[in-house]
């Protein structure tokens, strides 16, 4: 597609349960991004992956949260033991750096 | 302390008229890129307008300008002739290095 695919929209989870977030980018944009976003809240950064290089994970909340993406193309985020605090919006955004950045739809996590 | 500062977290306009909304940002790097999106209540995230740190010019986009204050450190967005279909959450953001950091967003509600 021409857009940013995520999936699923809607994810309810027990709390203590994994979970998988899917990001599938546009194709050949090399940067790939995660936020989280709160109910009327800005968007807090979580993880950025640029190219064959390191991701920067600096805004992981703690170590039960991970990404990887595989083949410089789609992207998991996983939260592992959810919280109820972990409830939110997570957004995917891709980009062909120095170019603006196209967003997903989210995935609307709700942890009861 | 916080790149990107939105002092508004909720405006007023009326249809017709004209709004700015605020940003300031923080950076030591010579090299950065800001822009702002707008979110309606759907959730999605749009691409207003993007100004580069180097450009000489304030951007525009449509009824979009952006007040590019250099010395100041502020990035302004200025929306002419505001319609009803304006009501939305906007954020400003900055990229630095890769990484693109959002502030915490004005709600901005047009009055017929």
């Known amino acids: 597609g021409a857009g940013v695919s995520q999936s699923p929209s809607n994810k309810v989870t027990e709390k203590g349960k994994d979970v998988e977030l899917r990001c599938d980018p546009i194709s050949g944009h090399t940067a790939l991004y995660w936020y989280r976003q709160s109910l009327g809240q800005g968007l807090e950064f979580l993880i950025y992956f640029q190219g064959n290089s390191a991701p920067d994970k600096s805004g992981l909340p703690s170590d039960r949260f991970s990404a990887e993406r595989t083949g410089g193309s789609v992207s998991t985020l996983t939260i592992q033991r959810t919280q109820q605090e972990d409830s939110a919006v997570y957004l995917c955004a891709s980009s062909r750096l120095p170019s603006g950045y196209t967003f997903g739809s989210g995935t609307r996590l709700t942890v009861v | 302390a916080q790149k990107i500062t939105q002092t508004q977290p909720g405006m007023f306009v009326q249809e017709k008229e004209a709004v700015t909304l605020d940003c300031t940002y923080d950076?030591?790097?010579?090299?950065?890129?800001l822009f702002w999106y707008k979110q309606p209540s759907s959730g999605e995230m749009i691409f207003l307008i993007y100004?580069?740190?180097?450009?000489?010019q304030n951007a525009t986009e449509g009824r979009y300008s952006l007040n590019f204050q250099k010395a100041r450190k502020s990035a302004n967005l200025v929306i002419s002739a505001s319609q009803l279909g304006d009501s939305a959450m906007y954020f400003c953001a900055m990229r630095e290095g890769g990484k693109l950091i959002f502030g915490q967003g004005t709600t901005l509600q047009v009055k017929p």
């Open positions: 950076t030591s790097d010579p090299s950065y890129g």
């Open positions: 100004q580069g740190s180097y450009d000489q």
